[in-house]
């Protein structure tokens, strides 16, 4: 167990359809980082989150949004899903420095039908 | 169309021998690197990490090498075990300056096979 938690752990929807993935970080990390790792991009940042507020973008569709609450965690939501969209999706935590590594979930597999 | 998958390097060992993974990084501006270990199934594991002001440092049974001028880390793995099987990505950010490192940039990966 690394600390973080994703739930859930496999998703299936239809397309059209929008999912919220949820996240929380290990314990004193104020930073949340959204990955996407698909079979043909590797994994792709999305958003950054530090303490309740938006500190990056990646290359983060429209139709996709994330936001941490004042407990830290953070949720992904993914709307108007495409086939495309099915991938695994990651979030990461760090503590404020960075150094020593970003935590990461275990993910949670998105398949869109 | 049909979609092809991202086709990532191999390297295929056995038990035993020693194994080196290869990353090149793009941006002359990162200072911090990691390595990350993939098991099929699951998130990226922290194997080990580097900072830009150091050449080499070492852990159990692995090594890192930076080699800034061409843009180059090296993951070495001593006496690779079976276990050791997994993706293996390198991982690049920067301070910009500031306090703390932001959003990492991971290569593509290196899919290691240990044979018994």
């Known amino acids: 167990d690394s600390g973080v938690t994703q739930t859930p752990k496999h998703l299936i929807t239809a397309t059209g359809q929008r999912v919220t993935l949820r996240c929380s970080p290990r314990s004193g990390d104020l930073s949340v980082y959204w990955y996407q790792q698909s079979l043909d991009q590797g994994l792709q940042f999305l958003i950054q989150y530090y303490n309740g507020e938006e500190r990056a973008k990646g290359n983060i569709l429209e139709r996709f949004s994330a936001q941490q609450f004042p407990d830290l965690h953070s949720e992904l939501n993914l709307s108007s899903l495409e086939l495309g969209d099915s991938a695994l999706y990651f979030c990461?935590?760090?503590?404020?420095?960075?150094?020593?590594?970003?935590?990461f979930g275990s993910g949670t597999r998105l398949t869109v039908v | 169309g049909e979609s092809v998958g991202l086709h990532l390097p191999t390297l295929s060992v056995q038990e035993g021998d020693n194994s080196i993974i290869n990353c090149a990084y793009s941006?002359?501006?990162?200072?911090?690197f990691i390595w990350y270990k993939q098991e099929s199934g699951k998130g990226p594991q922290f194997i080990i990490d580097?900072?830009?002001?150091?050449d080499k440092r070492q852990g159990q049974r692995v090594t890192v090498l930076l080699n800034k001028t061409v843009k180059h880390l090296s993951l070495q793995i001593a006496a690779t075990q079976p276990g050791d099987s997994a993706v293996y990505f390198c991982?690049?950010?920067?301070?910009?300056?500031?306090?703390?490192?932001?959003?990492?940039?991971f290569g593509q990966g290196t899919i290691l096979t240990v044979h018994p």
């Open positions: 580097i900072r830009s002001n150091m």
């Open positions: 941006n002359s501006a990162s200072d911090y």
């Open positions: 991982a690049e950010t920067s301070n910009a300056g500031g306090t703390s490192y932001g959003k990492l940039t």
């Open positions: 990461a935590s760090s503590e404020v420095s960075g150094i020593g590594g970003y935590t």
